[in-house]
């Protein structure tokens, strides 16, 4: 895989730009060094794409910290059960507050986010919060724990639509180095969630690779791999791809292999010009500046005015943080942002009505 | 009596048996399907089943097509 | 090699078995065209022509026998002529066509997944014919058909791939062969249904009433062949805006 990379030629490059179906080998030339000085019209492709399938539009979505309580123990992660924090775990009745401030200033789409410790929050628990909170939000998604596929069926009856699951590297060996306890050691099982999440009927899975652990060209690689595959065997499914690029947090883990903003936007055009149809995420890890650059180039959906820490919206005693936040901008402000560039922030793209309770999407 | 053979009404001797019929008409058992009163019958059947009068019978066989 | 069902095929060229003018000319068409499986129809047996067998002339142990449902309007009678296909020896391969409108032959999507589903069921293998509609193919294969028959135009047009842009995305998608069936006039039109990346091709009428069948068999085979080889060696893109290096203009902002 990494050989298909390095090997690829400048002709290859460019058969991948005029290509409507450039495959696996055409995304591993537009990831390859011999791609990087056609960033300029990688990006004009990757524009144009975007702007044919998704419109000149931004979704945008705020995320909840629910729990920085986790059993794992990635030496990369603010909540690495290795690291003295702050844990908080927020109560129904609070997660439902934090929810309500991101409802109040307009966002209908969370991302309801928790380390990774079942027994602090269950499943029970996030039906219970899914129930409260479908009826004002158009779109709940959660980042937390690989569950089993029942579990998934569950939560979308109660108003989950999506699920994100991170590989965080696909290179076993590094994989290994960098998961030193708990469930989230197990390589393959992480690697199985995404499937189940599609298999329980959920509208969206969004997989990803956290920049900086393995050859990130490689990661790119393996993530149009898992997207074809998903593509080919839950074809109802939608699909997004999330960049989190390594970022200062507790622990000090520097980064394995360092992705700069050229190597990251360079993954991001070859994954769009891979597969159009893939939703993609940047998050606030990264500054103003970038994001506000890349608005029409690719990415497809934007969160805003994040805060990491459990209860860090209103709560008073929040948690300690997951990562350091680069774009600290208010929901408005990027807003504004997207306006300017001459895109249109969308804040619902979704609507609860349309996941009758008791709806069941698909079998397998 | 009479049996329906392919739409067509046809006078054949009572209780007669499905090869011998395939026999007087000419065809050869092992390139023809027959539904006899909208059951298909197999290839071992047609030393055995007679037939009643007013049988309904569709005599099928492979022709061209695309 | 070509795999439908877990059987194996030298050969991507399918060959029906409709209008010729003769057994004899069909018969050495169909060899010359080097295909091993071809579509049969069942009709009923003219009693005033009895020793009327076109298919006697075809030897069983080197073709596979395709019963179709041609005829069949609804759901229900293509399982009747399926059932009636395999008493008569057909065995569980079966081309389900649905076609209730005879001015266009189009098939019916709605009768043949019914159709699909039930045949499946009762153990058939079943090649659905079918307008180029990537959704119904994905659900014809959710269904358990072995391949999909996308129409590359209406039977008998000639009018070659006329559904290109759905086939393309019918093949990006599917799991299992597709078959580009119908429509398909002129060895180019094959030989483009190939480079598509389609696993196979069926022709029958552009065949059938060519000037020289026998030689037109040929042809058809010698484009399939050249068409799936210039697939599997990688065609070179065609060329939109060709903007090798394009100026870096837009990315300033990155650091």
Redesign the interface.
């Known amino acids: 895989m990494q050989a298909a990379i390095s090997r690829a030629t400048e002709a290859e490059v460019l058969q991948a730009l005029r290509s409507d179906r450039p495959g696996l080998n055409g995304l591993a030339a537009l990831l390859s060094p011999a791609a990087e000085p056609h960033l300029g019209a990688m990006a004009k492709r990757s524009t144009a794409i975007t702007s044919q399938r998704f419109g000149r539009t931004m979704q945008v979505y705020a995320p909840v910290y629910l729990s920085s309580f986790c059993a794992n123990r990635c030496v990369y992660c603010g909540f690495s059960a290795d690291n003295t924090i702050t844990r908080r775990v927020l109560t129904i009745a609070e997660a439902e507050s934090e929810a309500m401030i991101l409802h109040r200033r307009g966002f209908s789409h969370l991302l309801l986010v928790s380390g990774e410790a079942p027994a602090k929050l269950g499943v029970d628990y996030l039906e219970e919060l899914a129930l409260r909170l479908r009826d004002r939000f158009a779109a709940l998604s959660i980042e937390v724990q690989p569950l089993a596929t029942e579990e998934y069926a569950r939560l979308f009856q109660a108003g989950i639509t999506s699920v994100a699951v991170y590989q965080e590297t696909y290179d076993r060996a590094v994989y290994k180095q960098v998961h030193l306890g708990g469930r989230k050691a197990d390589f393959d099982y992480r690697l199985e969630t995404p499937a189940r999440v599609a298999e329980a009927g959920m509208r969206e899975v969004g997989i990803g690779a956290l920049l900086g652990l393995a050859d990130w060209r490689a990661e790119g690689l393996a993530l149009g791999q898992h997207l074809a595959w998903l593509r080919r065997h839950y074809w109802r499914t939608g699909l997004t791809v999330s960049f989190p690029r390594m970022r200062p947090a507790q622990g000090e883990f520097k980064p394995l292999q360092p992705v700069s903003e050229r190597n990251l936007s360079q993954m991001i055009f070859a994954l769009r010009i891979f597969d159009p149809d893939v939703g993609l995420y940047l998050s606030t890890r990264e500054e103003a500046r970038f994001r506000d650059g890349m608005i029409g180039l690719g990415p497809t959906r934007y969160s805003a005015g994040s805060c990491t820490a459990p209860g860090g919206y209103g709560l008073e005693n929040a948690g300690g943080e997951q990562f350091e936040v680069g774009d600290n901008r208010s929901l408005a402000e990027v807003s504004a942002a997207i306006q300017k560039k001459g895109f249109d922030p969308v804040r619902k793209d979704w609507d609860a009505v349309f996941q009758a309770k008791g709806d069941r999407q698909q079998a397998a | 009596m009479k049996v329906f053979?392919?739409?067509?009404a046809q006078e054949i001797a009572p209780g007669m048996l499905v090869a011998d019929y395939l026999s007087q008409?000419?065809?050869?058992a092992s390139?023809?399907?027959v539904?006899c009163d909208g059951k298909?019958?197999?290839r071992k059947e047609y030393g055995s089943h007679a037939l009643q009068d007013g049988s309904v019978l569709?005599?099928?066989?492979?022709?061209?097509?695309? | 090699m070509l795999t439908i069902a877990g059987r194996k095929f030298r050969s991507r060229l399918f060959g029906g078995t409709g209008k010729f003018s003769s057994p004899e000319v069909m018969k050495e068409a169909l060899a010359a065209s080097g295909c091993e499986m071809v579509t049969v129809a069942l009709r009923r047996i003219d009693l005033n022509n009895p020793a009327d067998d076109i298919m006697s002339v075809l030897d069983r142990d080197r073709y596979l026998f395709l019963p179709n449902t041609s005829g069949a309007r609804d759901a229900g009678e293509a399982i009747r002529l399926a059932r009636l296909a395999r008493a008569s020896g057909g065995g569980e391969w079966l081309k389900l066509e649905v076609t209730p409108d005879p001015r266009t032959l189009l098939p019916d999507p709605i009768e043949t997944f019914k159709a699909t589903e039930e045949l499946v069921k009762e153990g058939f293998k079943v090649l659905p014919y079918m307008n180029a509609d990537p959704i119904l193919a994905l659900r014809l294969q959710d269904a358990g058909a072995v391949a999909v028959m996308p129409l590359g135009s209406p039977i008998g047009t000639n009018q070659g791939v006329l559904t290109r842009f759905q086939i393309e995305i019918i093949i990006a998608q599917a799991q299992v062969p597709v078959i580009v069936d119908a429509g398909l006039g002129a060895p180019s039109h094959v030989a483009e249904a190939m480079e598509m990346g389609a696993d196979a091709v069926l022709v029958n009428t552009a065949i059938a009433v060519a000037g020289d069948p026998v030689r037109m068999a040929r042809a058809f085979a010698m484009a399939v062949e050249a068409g799936r080889i210039a697939y599997e060696s990688g065609l070179g893109a065609v060329s939109k805006d060709a903007a090798p290096s394009s100026p870096e203009d837009g990315l300033g902002f990155l650091r």
């Open positions: 053979c392919n739409g067509e008409l000419g065809l050869d390139s023809v399907v539904e298909i019958l197999t569709e005599l099928i066989r492979f022709v061209g097509g695309g």
